[in-house]
Nanobody, 122 residues
Framework: EVQLVESGGGLVQAGGSLRLHCAVS????????IAWFRQAPGKERERVSC????????YYADSVKGRFTISSDNAKNSVILQMNRLKPEDTAVYYC???????????????WGQGTQVTVSS
């Protein structure tokens, strides 16, 4: 059974940093895309970053490029999202998700964590 468990969310002031962890179990870790999505109230779920996506490349949404970094810890079967220079508009519930090779949109990802709240105060 595939399981993803997020941790590391919280409340931070604008300009601060948070480090999100996604612990993955139930499949061979380095063979499938794992993405971070976020969803703010009243907004659609947005793909923020992805590892092992599209020919093994790393993806970042334009809104987070240069501020967020995704990485993997294969020994711990976890994916990390380092978020720096946070802005109030980064406030959302952040989810990690896994999907088949080539997955890009939220509908393509079939396994999701429970989410972790990130709140950035101005």
């Amino acid at each position: 059974e595939v399981q993803l468990v997020e941790s590391g969310g919280g409340l931070v002031q604008a300009g601060g940093s948070l480090r999100l962890h996604c612990a993955v179990s139930g499949f061979t870790f380095d063979t499938k895309p794992i993405a971070w999505f976020r969803q703010a109230p009243g907004k659609e779920r947005e793909r923020v970053s992805c590892i092992m996506c599209g020919d093994g490349k790393t993806y970042y949404a334009d809104s987070v490029k240069g501020r967020f970094t995704i990485s993997s810890d294969n020994a711990k079967n976890s994916v990390i999202l380092q978020m720096n220079r946070l802005k109030p508009e980064d406030t959302a519930v952040y989810y990690c998700a896994s999907g088949p090779p080539g997955a890009t949109m939220a509908v393509d990802f079939h396994s999701w964590g429970q989410g972790t709240q990130v709140t950035v105060s101005s």
